[in-house]
């Protein structure tokens, strides 16, 4: 049983038929994908150049520095509750309370602000708080 296998070698092209060949794999798989719906983050890709385009004819200044700014201190929190997301992820764990916890630590950022609270905690000490037993 034997079977012949052309392969390229480093620096010498397949012949031209088995080129074009693969070209027209390329397509036909890329159709295939568009009729099966795995397109992958392209839907998410065409949507955010879709708003992007949109906005900056809608509103005049969003382009400019300000907007930028706001952008990113709106997103700051969130944008650290996905980062420490990903590491868990990452880890292959499952983490299903970062609504809750988020909750909890704005709740307790906001009764510590409270003005006559009588919650006096140095950095340090609140630092060590939020540790708690990794220490």
Same mark, same amino acid.
């Given at each position: 049983?034997?079977?012949?296998?052309?392969?390229?070698?480093?620096?010498?092209?397949?012949?031209?038929?088995?080129?074009?060949?693969?070209?027209? #794999? !390329?397509?036909?798989? =890329?159709?295939?994908? &568009?009729?099966?719906?795995? %397109? +992958?983050?392209?839907?998410?890709? *065409? /949507?955010?150049?879709?708003?992007?385009?949109?906005?900056?004819?809608?509103?005049?200044?969003?382009?400019?520095?300000?907007?930028?700014?706001?952008?990113?201190?709106?997103?700051? #929190? !969130?944008?650290?509750? =996905?980062?420490?997301? &990903?590491?868990?992820?990452? %880890? +292959?764990?499952?983490?299903?309370? *970062? /609504?809750?916890?988020?909750?909890?630590?704005?709740?307790?950022?906001?009764?510590?602000?409270?003005?006559?609270?009588?919650?006096?905690?140095?950095?340090?000490?609140?630092?060590?708080?939020?540790?708690?037993?990794?220490?």
């Amino acid at each position: 049983m034997s079977s012949e296998v052309d392969v390229a070698a480093p620096g010498i092209s397949l012949p031209e038929e088995q080129e074009a060949e693969e070209e027209r #794999g !390329l397509w036909r798989r =890329a159709l295939d994908n &568009v009729r099966t719906g795995n %397109l +992958g983050i392209l839907p998410i890709v *065409i /949507g955010l150049a879709l708003i992007v385009v949109f906005f900056s004819f809608k509103a005049t200044n969003f382009f400019t520095a300000d907007n930028f700014n706001n952008i990113i201190v709106q997103m700051a #929190g !969130l944008t650290m509750l =996905a980062f420490g997301v &990903v590491f868990v992820l990452l %880890l +292959g764990e499952i983490d299903l309370s *970062i /609504g809750y916890l988020s909750g909890i630590a704005a709740l307790a950022v906001a009764e510590f602000q409270l003005p006559g609270s009588s919650h006096e905690y140095p950095g340090l000490v609140a630092i060590a708080i939020a540790v708690g037993p990794g220490i």
